[in-house]
């Protein structure tokens, strides 16, 4: 059974960093798509960044400049590094999964194993 986990979530300043760990568990496909996804206040979820089994990565544009989103080679973990923060980040940040296929998309529909999430606010 697959399982995702996230990790990392907390109040900063604006202006400050934050680096979100994912660890996703229980498959075994070589080929796999990886994004974070995050949820704001009376907002609906939204992909901010994307990465599959090759690499390559896929960026929202709020995001673009401002968060990296990369993988542990060695043991796997799924990173988002969040730098110059903005309240408007702020939201309940969620990692999802899917498998078969290396072509990272950010709509909602595209993952089927999702984490519970974790919280980060960011304060003006």
């Known amino acids: 059974q697959v399982r995702v986990v996230e990790s990392g979530g907390d109040s900063v300043q604006a202006g400050g960093s934050l680096k979100l760990s994912c660890t996703v568990s229980?498959?075994?496909?070589?080929?796999?798509?990886r994004a974070w996804f995050r949820q704001g206040p009376g907002k609906e979820r939204e992909g901010i960044a994307g990465?599959?089994?090759?690499?390559?990565?896929k960026y929202a544009d709020s995001v673009k400049g401002r968060f990296t989103i990369y993988r542990d080679s060695a043991n796997g973990t799924l990173y988002l590094q969040m730098n110059d923060l903005k309240p408007e980040d702020t939201g309940m940040y969620y990692c999802?999964?899917?498998?078969?296929?290396?072509?990272?998309?950010?709509?909602?529909?595209?993952?089927?194993?999702w984490g519970q999430g974790t919280q980060v606010t960011v304060s003006s």
């Open positions: 990465i599959d089994s090759k690499g390559r990565t």
């Open positions: 999802a999964a899917d498998f078969g296929r290396d072509d990272p998309q950010l709509w909602v529909g595209y993952y089927n194993h």
């Open positions: 229980g498959y075994t496909h070589t080929y796999y798509c």
